[in-house]
């Protein structure tokens, strides 16, 4: 919804399939982190992907597949992998819910 708002300025997020691709790959890791370093952390995991890739852009079906934020939207590879990312966060999470703060998180 927010995203329909912005077609009324001039910039623009990407193309709409990249847009959901990389949602729903950062969505998965977001997951992926909340369940295995808890919600504090959660955020890790999708930032240190992106940076990465962003840094060191990758070409091949390998590079594309590391580097999926950063591909065209009609990368298979890169979808892949977005796709398993977020079947895994999701399975990860339902199955054990976000990791159990420590007691230094508790402070």
């Not at 977001?30 to 990465?52: D, I, K, V, Y």
């Not at 990860?92 to 007691?103: C, E, F, I, K, Q």
Request: glycine share 14%; net charge positive.
């Amino acid at each position: 919804m927010l995203m329909l708002g912005t077609l009324l300025t001039g910039p623009r997020f990407g193309p709409f399939g990249s847009v959901v691709r990389d949602t729903v790959g950062l969505l998965g890791l977001t997951a992926l982190g909340a369940a295995t370093m808890g919600t504090a952390r959660a955020w890790f995991l999708p930032l240190g992907w992106t940076l990465g890739a962003t840094a060191y852009p990758g070409t091949g079906i390998v590079g594309e597949a590391l580097t999926w934020q950063t591909q065209e939207p009609d990368s298979r590879p890169a979808a892949v992998v977005a796709a398993v990312l977020a079947a895994a966060g999701i399975a990860a999470y339902v199955s054990r819910g976000p990791r159990p703060r420590t007691s230094s998180e508790n402070i």
